[in-house]
């Protein structure tokens, strides 16, 4: 059973920065109100004004806005927002890819809910307590377009106090672990127990640039999960590609993938292993690599961490660009919402000034146009990737 509405008041001017489009309406901004998550919530002004409707949330995040005219939030709206995103990724998806995120929450104006496309399956995540008590909903509004997409089986992700937890709710999964494609590569994620929802869908296009530089050079992939960046490298015809990763499981699809791409094991170096660890053994080798690529997880969960993830960042990045060899190139990326890409450049620039390298910067960019981001919104830019040459 739902919780029954309520009617909040702004006690902070912040109706322009709603009507411009941020999806967030902090509890601090709001006068003190009790009501349970997943409530739907009217936001009035001082003056008894509409301002706006969405979901009452958690502690930081009073309000999730979904629209801000004076209309229901009900199945036919998110129905309606939901064949808009699937329209944006008519055009933005390239040929011959069968996974992509199709719902992608804030950036799709659903806040709190995404949702990830591998094939005929479909994962829905939640973010949040008000998206935790209204997904039923949220289901129902999206029911025709997953259908119309030839979606069969969809599974739900949600996070317990012991990580994330997936279970199906609609059809058969079948094997946990699938077999997708993007522009022709195969990528193997396991949609139960993979990180995210199986695979990192938003690292796409960096996928792409690797293997449009990859010719005949030898590659370092950090992190490399379940090697994603690896398979790219070896389309693209490097010499040869090392993946290293803490996790045996994430190894072990490493070497699956790279086997359904018809590539050859020879030119394919897998390591389990703790990334910091492993890049002082090979410092201590002199070992060198032409491209190195690391894209760690989030140091940076929360604003009172970055502190220390800076930190980190630094160490980490100082350390890679040591096995870069002359000429060669560096890709770095970064994850966190909470590590700005200003501050990100800076870190990199001091990683680069503690390594005694000088970089060119080449490109840097986010993530792709099936993940968007509303211009009002900044804290929706959490995806930072910078491409970067060794010059002499």
């Not at 069968?98 to 829905?124: I, N, Q, S």
């Not at 997953?146 to 999964?173: F, K, N, Q, W, Y």
């Not at 994620?189 to 640039?209: A, I, N, P, V």
């Not at 560096?330 to 994850?335: D, K, P, T």
């Amino acid at each position: 059973m739902s919780p029954s509405p309520v009617e909040l008041r702004l006690r902070k001017p912040v109706e322009r920065a709603i009507a411009g489009g941020h999806p967030w309406i902090y509890r601090d901004a709001l006068l003190p109100f009790e009501a349970p998550a997943g409530s739907i919530a009217t936001v009035r002004d001082g003056a008894g004004r509409f301002v706006a409707r969405g979901l009452v949330d958690g502690d930081a995040i009073g309000v999730r806005v979904f629209t801000t005219r004076d209309e229901a939030l009900s199945k036919e709206l998110i129905a309606l927002r939901f064949s808009r995103a699937i329209e944006l990724r008519r055009l933005v998806v390239p040929a011959d890819t069968d996974a992509w995120r199709l719902l992608h929450g804030e950036g799709d104006r659903l806040p709190g809910f995404t949702c990830d496309r591998y094939g005929d399956a479909a994962v829905l995540g939640l973010d949040g307590p008000g998206a935790e008590a209204q997904w039923p909903l949220v289901r129902e509004g999206m029911r025709e377009g997953l259908g119309a997409l030839g979606i069969r089986t969809l599974l739900l992700r949600r996070r317990g106090p012991d990580g994330a937890r997936v279970e199906v709710l609609e059809g058969d999964l079948g094997e946990a672990v699938r077999n997708v494609r993007e522009r022709g590569m195969v990528l193997r994620g396991d949609l139960l127990h993979g990180q995210k929802t199986g695979l990192f869908l938003d690292q796409r296009e960096s996928r792409y640039r690797v293997r449009s530089i990859a010719s005949g050079l030898r590659v370092l992939n950090l992190y490399s999960y379940t090697g994603g960046f690896s398979v790219a490298a070896g389309l693209g015809g490097a010499k040869s590609v090392t993946s290293v990763d803490i996790a045996p499981g994430a190894i072990a699809l490493a070497n699956e993938t790279w086997a359904a791409n018809g590539l050859s094991a020879s030119a394919h170096e897998t390591v389990v292993a703790d990334v910091p660890a492993w890049i002082q053994q090979a410092t201590k080798e002199r070992r060198r690599f032409d491209l190195v690529i690391a894209d760690p997880p989030s140091f940076a969960p929360s604003d009172a961490a970055l502190p220390a993830a800076l930190k980190s960042y630094r160490a980490l990045h100082a350390a890679c660009l040591g096995l870069v060899a002359s000429g060669g190139w560096y890709l770095a990326g970064s994850c966190s919402s909470h590590v700005t890409r200003e501050l990100f450049l800076d870190t990199l620039d001091e990683s680069a000034s503690r390594a005694s390298k000088v970089l060119q910067v080449i490109d840097a960019w986010g993530a792709p146009g099936d993940h968007p981001r509303l211009l009002a919104f900044p804290e929706g830019d959490y995806l930072k990737n910078v491409l970067m040459r060794v010059t002499d």
